[in-house]
């Protein structure tokens, strides 16, 4: 018998600054993107219904998690000048990290 189930999995934003960055800047930048988005660098849990005859593999929330960071990659490009002022300087790489995989789920870079 198939049965819904509410099944989460844990992913993780994050970013990689240019090289030579101080932990002191890198925990500037953290801060400042924690005020835009509030579970920066938390390990989040999304969510989705799912069928628990299936098999479930562990990339299932996958493209949830893209979905949601492409709401995030809006935000810190609209925001870039923004984030320019505040002390954001040279080429990032922002991504979204499926914690149990390793997988980075998508990523975006850009030069401030």
Not at 45 to 65: E, F, I, P, Q
Not at 93 to 112: A, H, P, R, W
């Amino acid at each position: 018998m198939k049965k819904p189930s509410n099944t989460f999995a844990k992913y993780f934003m994050n970013f990689k600054a240019p090289e030579g960055t101080s932990e002191e800047k890198i925990n500037l930048y953290n801060s400042i993107l924690k005020e835009f988005f509030t579970d920066w660098g938390n390990h989040v849990n999304y969510y989705g219904m799912c069928d628990t005859s299936a098999t479930l593999k562990d990339n299932r929330l996958d493209s949830v998690a893209k979905s949601h960071f492409s709401g995030v990659k809006k935000t810190i490009t609209t925001n870039k000048n923004i984030l320019k002022d505040r002390g954001f300087k040279g080429s990032f790489t922002f991504y979204i990290q499926n914690e149990k995989t390793g997988t980075t789920v998508d990523s975006f870079s850009l030069t401030f």
